[in-house]
C-alpha cells in the first residue's frame, strides 16, 4: 500500500539542486519521487515503510528544507531576495563607477574609487553577507556529493575576490583589482533571480485564479434564522442560503429557490446555467439572480473546486518525458563546467604567462553557465499549459499526458452521452396537432425517458379521464371521450391496427392511435451534439476519427454520415468490455486518443494512449482521466490538442535556447571574448529569458476549434 505526499522544498536554487534531491529519493526502496523546481515542491510517493518525516530527514541530510504541504497555495514572492538585490546593488554602484574610469576618453574621473581599500570595503559586504547563501548552498551541494548553480558563482566570485585581495596586500604598484567583478556578478546574480522569481509569479496564475474563487464565508439557515460563518465550518448537510451576486459556498443541491449560475471559471461555458429544486450546483461559481437554499453535501478537500486545483497542482508537478533528458543533463553539468574554467585558466596562464590575464576568462566561463535556464525550460511551459487549459475546462493529469497528446494520430469516439447529447429528444413528428397534443399530455402521467422527450417538445395539459401503463410497450388513456394508445408498432400491430408507412433513419418511433386508428406519431432518437460535425471534421483534417458504439450498424452508419464518417471508420454493436479490444486494435498502427463520458467506458480510457473523459464537473472522476473536460462543448477537444501542440512546440523553443545559449556562450567565454561582468548579466538574464517565453504561451490564442498543425 502506497501513499502520496506534496512537500514544500526550500533552498533549491537551480536544476542541478532538483534533480539531486529526486535522484538521493528515488534511491530509496519504494519511494517514487517527482520533484518541481518552479514550484518548489516534490511529489512523493513512499510504501508503508516510511512515513513523511522520513523523506524530510532525507532532504535535510542533503542540504534541503522540507515540510509537508498542508493546502494548495499559489508560489509567494521571495523579498528577502529582493532586499538583498537592493543593498548588493548601492554596494556595487561605486565599483560600477571605477570599472568605467578605466575606459579610455571616459568623461568619468573617479580617482578615490581606484583606492583599493574603499573597493575592499565596498566589496567585502557583497561577497560574505550577500553572496552567503551562495557559500551555504555550495557547501551542502558539494557534502552531499553534487555540484549546482551556487558552486559556480561561489567559486568564480571567491576567484575574483581573492586575487583581488592579494594583488591588494602584496603589489603595491598598479595592482589588478576585481573586487568589482566579484560585486557586480553577485548583483546581476540576484537581479536575474529576483526577475525569475517575479516571472514565476505568473506562471502559478492558475491556482491563484481557482483559489480566488473559493468563498470566504457562507449563510447558514438554522431555524429560520441567518447565521454567517466561514467556510471551515460548514458541514455536510447544512443548508445554506445564497444571495443574488454571492459565490455558491460549497457544493450542494437546491432546495428551494431558482438562479442562474456562472459556471464559466470552471467549465469555461459563457452561458449561465438554469439551476432549480433538485439540481446540483458547484461551489465557486457565481449566482447571478435569484436566491437559493442549498443542502451542502460535499465539503472542504471533497469538493469539485478542490478536485480541480489538486488535478493542476498535480499536473505541474509531474514531470513530461522530454524533461528527463534536460534533467540528466543538469545533473553532470556544473562539474563539466568547472573542469572546462579549470583548462581555461591553464590555457591562458600557459600561453600570456600571466594569472592576472588568465582569471578573467576563467571566471567568464564559471558565470555564464547556466544549468537553470536548462532547468526551467519544460516545467515552466508545463505550468503554463496546464494552467492555461484549467481555465478553459481542460484539466490534464500531468505533463506527461500534455506531451503525449500532441502525437496522437487517430480519435476514437464514443457516441452516447459524448457525439450525442445523452438522453432522448423529438427530431420529426407526423400527423395531426391535435393528436400529438393528446400523446404530449398522456405522457405527462409517464416516466419513461422517451415520455421525457415527447413532454420536453410539446407542453399541453388536458384532463386525463382513464391512463395506464404498459410496460415496454406503452401507455393507453382517454381524454375528452378518445381512446388513446401511444407506443411502439408492436403495440399497435398487437391491436390489428394499421401502421402508415413512416420513416426516420435511426430514430425510434412512437406511434399515437385516437379511437383505433394512427392519427401521429413522434421520431426521437438521441442527438448529436451542436459542435459534434464541426469538430469531427476539424479533427479529420489532421487525424483518423473513428465512432464506437453499441447500437446496431443501420443506426451507426446513419450516424456517421451524419457526421461525415466513411463506415470503414465505424464500430457498431460493441459492448462495452469489448471496446478497450477495438482500442488495442487499432493501437497496432497508430496512436490513439479515446474520447468518452467515463462511465461505461473507463476500460476503453485506460487503454487509449490518451484518454479524454467528458464530464458536468459533478458527475467526473477528476483524477481518473488523462484529460478531463469540464464543460459540454466538444470544441474542447481541439482546444486541448491544438494547447498540447503549443505547449510542446514552447518547450522545444526553451530548449534550444537553453542549449544554444550555453553552447555559444562557454566558448565565447574560453576564448577571453567576455568580460566576468558580462558573462553574469547574461547567465542572469537566460533563466528570465527562458520563463518570459513560456510566459508568452499565456498570451497566445487558442483558434474556436481546430488543431494548429
Known amino acids: 500500500m502506497s501513499k502520496t505526499i506534496e512537500f514544500d522544498i526550500e533552498g533549491m536554487t537551480c536544476a542541478a539542486c532538483s534533480a539531486r534531491i529526486e535522484k538521493v529519493l528515488n534511491r530509496m526502496d519504494g519511494v517514487e519521487a517527482t520533484v518541481n523546481l518552479p514550484l518548489e515542491t516534490a511529489r512523493v510517493s513512499i510504501s508503508d515503510a516510511y512515513d513523511d ?168 439557515l438554522e431555524d429560520g434564522q441567518e447565521r454567517i460563518v466561514s467556510i471551515e465550518a460548514i458541514q455536510a448537510g447544512m443548508v445554506l442560503l445564497v444571495k443574488p451576486g454571492n459565490k455558491i459556498p460549497t457544493d450542494g443541491i437546491v432546495r428551494a429557490g431558482d438562479a442562474y449560475l456562472d459556471e464559466s471559471m470552471l467549465t469555461g461555458e459563457s452561458v449561465p446555467v438554469h439551476k432549480t429544486v433538485g439540481a446540483s450546483v458547484i461551489g465557486g461559481t457565481l449566482n447571478t439572480n435569484g436566491s437559493l437554499q442549498i443542502e451542502a453535501t460535499k465539503i472542504g478537500q ?19 518525458p522530454i524533461q528527463r533528458q534536460a534533467d540528466r543533463i543538469s545533473g553532470v553539468f556544473v562539474p563539466i563546467v568547472v573542469a572546462i574554467a579549470l583548462l581555461t585558466l591553464a590555457a591562458w596562464w600557459m600561453f600570456t604567462g600571466s594569472f592576472a590575464e588568465a582569471i578573467r576568462p576563467a571566471i567568464a566561463v564559471l558565470v555564464i553557465a547556466c544549468p537553470c535556464a536548462l532547468g526551467l ?43 450525442t447529447v445523452g438522453r432522448p429528444v423529438v427530431v420529426e413528428t407526423f400527423g395531426t396537432e391535435t393528436a400529438l397534443d393528446f400523446a404530449a399530455a398522456l405522457e405527462r402521467q409517464s416516466e419513461h425517458p422517451l415520455a421525457r422527450a415527447i413532454t420536453a417538445e410539446r407542453d399541453v395539459v388536458f384532463d386525463i379521464e382513464q391512463f395506464h401503463v404498459e410496460s415496454g410497450r406503452g401507455i393507453t388513456g382517454q381524454i375528452m371521450g378518445h381512446d388513446l394508445i401511444v407506443g411502439s408498432a408492436r403495440m399497435i400491430q398487437e391491436r390489428n391496427i394499421a401502421l402508415p408507412d413512416w420513416t426516420s433513419l435511426g430514430a425510434t418511433l412512437v406511434y399515437v392511435a385516437v379511437d383505433g386508428e394512427v392519427a401521429a406519431g413522434y421520431a426521437i432518437r438521441d442527438a448529436l451534439k451542436d459542435s459534434a460535425k464541426e469538430t ?23 450516424l456517421a454520415e451524419e457526421l461525415g464518417l466513411d463506415r470503414a471508420f465505424v464500430f457498431a454493436d460493441v459492448l462495452p468490455v469489448e471496446k478497450a479490444d477495438v482500442i488495442q486494435s487499432l493501437q497496432q498502427t497508430k496512436r490513439v486518443a479515446m474520447v468518452g463520458d467515463g462511465i461505461n467506458d473507463a476500460p476503453a480510457l485506460v487503454t487509449a494512449d490518451v484518454g479524454i473523459a467528458l464530464g458536468s464537473g459533478t458527475d467526473v472522476a477528476l483524477e481518473a482521466a488523462d484529460v478531463t473536460l469540464l464543460g459540454h462543448d466538444l470544441k474542447q477537444v481541439l482546444l486541448a490538442i491544438e494547447l498540447s501542440e503549443q505547449t510542446m512546440k514552447n518547450i522545444r523553443q526553451n530548449l534550444v535556447f537553453a542549449l544554444g545559449y550555453n553552447t555559444i556562450g562557454i566558448p565565447v567565454a574560453f576564448l577571453g571574448l567576455l568580460a566576468p561582468w558580462l558573462a553574469g548579466a547574461a547567465m542572469a538574464f537566460s533563466s528570465v529569458s527562458v520563463v518570459t517565453n513560456a510566459l508568452r504561451l499565456k498570451r497566445t490564442p487558442l483558434s474556436e476549434g481546430g488543431t494548429s498543425s
Open 302 to 320: 471533497a469538493t469539485v473546486l478542490a478536485q480541480i486545483i489538486r488535478v493542476v497542482e498535480q499536473a505541474q508537478t509531474e514531470k513530461a
Open 536 to 558: 469531427i471534421q476539424r479533427l479529420r483534417e489532421t487525424k483518423d476519427v473513428y465512432l464506437l458504439t453499441g447500437d446496431r450498424r443501420e443506426v451507426a452508419d446513419h
Open 53 to 220: 518525516q522520513a523523506i524530510i530527514e532525507k532532504i535535510r541530510k542533503i542540504g534541503y528544507e522540507a515540510t509537508v504541504k498542508q493546502a494548495p497555495h499559489a508560489t509567494k514572492s521571495n523579498r528577502r531576495m529582493l532586499y538583498r538585490f537592493v543593498i548588493a546593488a548601492v554596494l556595487s554602484l561605486p565599483l560600477l563607477a571605477s570599472m568605467l574610469t578605466h575606459i579610455p576618453n571616459s568623461p568619468f574621473h573617479l580617482p578615490f574609487l581606484m583606492n583599493p581599500w574603499l573597493q575592499f570595503a565596498l566589496a567585502t559586504p557583497v561577497q560574505f553577507i550577500i553572496g552567503a547563501p551562495f557559500y551555504s548552498g555550495a557547501y551542502k551541494s558539494l557534502r552531499s556529493g553534487s555540484a549546482n548553480m551556487d558552486v559556480l558563482v561561489a567559486l568564480g566570485t571567491s576567484a575574483a575576490y581573492f586575487y583581488s585581495v592579494a594583488e591588494m596586500l602584496f603589489v603595491s604598484d598598479m595592482p589588478h583589482l576585481y573586487f568589482e567583478t566579484s560585486a557586480i556578478l553577485i548583483t546581476l546574480v540576484l537581479l536575474g533571480k529576483v526577475l525569475e522569481d517575479r516571472a514565476k509569479q505568473q506562471t502559478t496564475g492558475a491556482i491563484k485564479s481557482l483559489l480566488s474563487l473559493q468563498a470566504k464565508e457562507a449563510i447558514v
Open 377 to 419: 525550460a519544460t516545467p515552466t511551459s508545463i505550468m503554463v499549459g496546464t494552467g492555461k487549459g484549467a481555465e478553459r475546462g481542460i484539466l490534464f493529469k500531468g505533463g506527461a499526458q500534455l506531451e503525449n497528446l500532441q502525437h496522437v494520430d487517430a480519435v476514437v469516439f464514443d457516441k452516447t452521452g459524448t457525439l
